[in-house]
């Protein structure tokens, strides 16, 4: 058992004080963030980019960790408390748990989700753990030519399958293409698209890109929608569930963890479609059992896709650890961080840098348990957070996103591209274009131009050398049937969206990235 | 009598101690005065959360209250910049005889950062205004 002695290594650098106290301060964050609606740990962990760089790699990891778990369990306490799912992936966590807050069990509804939460993800980390370095050693033999087919399958089903219009979609993933390309050529020298500015040509600081969509075009949003009428909390004592809640628990929770881990750790990511089967799954099994509560607040309901959820959040550190491919936006964000360190994310980051992998994957399992020690207790005041007016928080984020933004390369003119992107920010906000492809687009883009030129480089130009590995041919054939099987099951069977549109699903009037 | 003689009470309400008590109040003077209540129900609506903006629920009792009263009632809400603001429109719109409020207790430093509604309300009414604190 190789992993388990690195992992306990892991620990090791994980129990010291100091690594403790990022790890708190990350699970608060995170909480923080995800449980206020519009901005996430994408948000986060890019308004402290700036700030992590003059930490060492293996606390600012930790801390990143933290973020990015307590992220995903702050999103679920506003579903269940007020029917708002600031992400897709708490939809189906809102359809049961705001019924259940409703018929006056909220307490429970958070309960099974904090424990389903920390269940999913511990068992999910332990997948990571025992997969990822099987599949880095895998990984490291494969060539340019894969690698490149590889971050192409994560950009198609990241923009095609995930979201709900392939055409936004892809808008999105150039645009962020076309951000990744300004600057000097790499293998050339020559600039591109600087428009004859010297500072352009320093390429854009992802640091700069990413607040200013995450931070600055969300604030910018806010603003244009400032007031809207409030809504009211359902008030909450501490959370806790009795024996027939637990008995009715275990089981989805395990269920969800299994749909959930393989969703995630695919490079297509994404937590909508292994929530959505968790929730159908339960469903299905309560009408069995003749004990149907769905419609009414069914625990099951929350448990399971609860831990889809997270299950899913675990899995996507599978194809990032391995094979360096982020397929949500705070991983995506939490490769940049990588970068700035001047680590080179791909197969080789599991034997270059075994203590930051490692005390990450502890983390993980550090931050977890955190966060159900501190969340139990503390719902209460998660749910107050909600009153802060909205003037008052974004004043702060703008200010850090714009004391970020300068700090990352001292200079003014960060600032006039971080009001542009925000404006760019602000408009894809506007016309329903995700986010996620963009800042995919950025930061996959160069990764990927690299192994493009690598493999053209290889076969001497000829494009023929793209598919010249039988692996990077099975990934274009699943790239081919990812983007056709959509249009051919429409012909089939109804638009899936008329299945997914079940009654009292609650409107989403913002959307929220990972 | 004609509409412009009635004597019209402007109360704040919100589904709270503090506008239970301002409600009440007003109701007793509109049957001393056999006047008309329009109660205002106001929010800034820039956080997600504000308990003090009745929901459905909510408006619906009050609404049931108001008409055991027999009185003629008016409710209204509103969302904007300044919730006193929102009330001292309603007044002057309605030409209001008097405004009733609920007060809050709030230390000097709590109304330095909140700012006070009743405040607003007292220093800009152009009519009397009552303010009346819940029973402890």
Known sequence: MDNLTLLADGFGAVLTPENLLFCAIGVLLGTFVGVLPGIGPAMAVALLLPVTFGMDPVPAFIMFAGIYYGGMYGGSTTSILLNTPGESASVMTALEGNLMARAGRAAQALATAAIGSFIAGTIGTMLVVFFAPALASVAVQIGAPTYFALMVLAMIMVTSVLGGSPLRGFIALFLGLTIGLVGLDLNTGQPRLSFDQPLLADRIDVVVVAVGIFALGEALWVAAHLRRSPLHVIPVGRPWMDRTDLRRSWGPWLRGTAYGFPFGALPAGGAEIPTFLSYLTEKRIAKRKGVDEFGKGAIEGVAGPEAANNASAAGTFVPLLALGLPVTATSAVMLAALQGYGIEPGPGLMTDQPELVWALLASLLVGNALLLVLNLPLAPVWAKLLRIPRPQLYAGILFFAALGAYAANLQAFDLFLLVLLGLLGLAMRRFGLPVLPLILGVILGPLMEFRLREAMAISGGDVAGLWSEPLAVVVYVVVAIAVTAPFVFRRVRPAPSAVLEEPGTPAQDQEKVR | ?136
């Open chain 2, 1 to 136: 009598m004609s509409e412009q003689a009635v004597t019209t009470i402007v109360v704040g309400w919100s589904p709270d101690d503090f506008g239970e008590a301002a409600l009440s109040r007003a109701v007793e003077e509109a049957r001393l005065r056999s006047g008309r209540v329009v109660v205002v129900n106001a929010t800034r609506g820039d956080a997600l959360v504000d308990d003090r903006y009745a929901d459905e629920e909510q408006l619906a009792r009050l609404t049931a209250d108001l008409a055991d009263t027999g009185l003629e009632v008016d409710v209204r809400r509103s969302m904007g910049g300044d919730v006193g603001d929102q009330v001292l429109d309603v007044a002057a719109d309605v030409s209001a005889d008097l405004v009733v409020i609920g007060l809050r207790r709030r230390s000097p430093v709590g109304k330095l950062l909140m700012g006070s509604v009743a405040q607003r309300i007292l220093l800009g009414a152009d009519c009397a205004v009552l303010a009346v604190k819940p029973p402890h």
